[in-house]
């Protein structure tokens, strides 16, 4: 699945498959993005992680419902991070260094993928074809857009890390409607002892995949 190669070599998450039929999103009010912020987001996560023969898109496992609700936690926030100057951009081993909260980096980073899409289209990103879509994403993976002082590269890179969160997470946090991420990967979830595994290399896990909330696959 494109999805599953995007979560192990970020740098190659876009192939030239044609876009997989995907259901709509569920109906959901989101509490932080605006309209057009949210328009972005159904569009973008459909095209990082699309539907497919090998499981659901991120569509279906209600990821950006999962990164709406992510932006009330104090990880969005920035409540852990050191948000104190000076902001210098150094080498990539020296980590983060914007002065930038999770919250301001997507209201920042949409607004510039948008305002790139209207620019060269006369659109905005979520009204553009797949594949236009998919060139300004991979535009943004690359650094070569500009969204005023926030490189394109860290923007994306920041959307696509919580994108597979919301795809491979428990779903009490949001994402992973009815497992099906887990189901894909075969992964068990939240078993409370595997010990009895251990040591049975290559051999199938019998049990299907289970919340912390008890939900099953």
């Not at 190659?12 to 995907?22: E, G, I, K």
């Not at 959307?159 to 795809?167: D, H, K, T």
């Not at 409607?177 to 199938?204: E, K, N, Q, S």
Request: glycine share 12%; proline share 8%; hydrophobic share 40%.
């Amino acid at each position: 699945m494109q999805g599953v190669a995007g979560v192990a070599a970020c740098s190659t998450f876009l192939s030239s498959r044609m876009r997989a039929a995907t259901p709509p999103a569920k109906a959901y009010t989101p509490r932080f993005f605006d309209g057009a912020e949210w328009d972005f987001l159904l569009a973008a996560c459909d095209r990082l992680i699309p539907a497919d023969e090998n499981g659901p898109g991120a569509l279906a496992l209600d990821v950006p419902r999962f990164l709406d609700m992510q932006m009330d936690t104090p990880y969005a926030h920035g409540a852990q991070w050191f948000m104190d100057g000076p902001f210098v951009q150094g080498p990539d081993n020296l980590g983060y260094q914007l002065p930038y909260d999770p919250r301001t980096l997507y209201r920042r980073g949409i607004a510039g993928m948008n305002a790139h899409a209207a620019t060269r289209y006369g659109r905005p990103f979520a009204s553009l074809a797949p594949s236009v879509q998919d060139e300004l994403l991979q535009a943004a993976e690359k650094g070569t857009l500009a969204f005023g002082d926030i490189p394109s590269r860290v923007f994306f890179d920041q959307l696509l890390a919580n994108v597979m969160e919301g795809a491979f997470s428990d779903p009490v946090h949001g994402g992973n409607t009815r497992l099906g991420g887990w189901v894909m990967l075969g992964f068990p979830g939240a078993r409370a002892d595997f010990m009895d595994w251990v040591d049975r290399y290559g051999a199938h896990y019998p049990l299907g995949s289970i919340s912390i909330s008890g939900e099953t696959a």
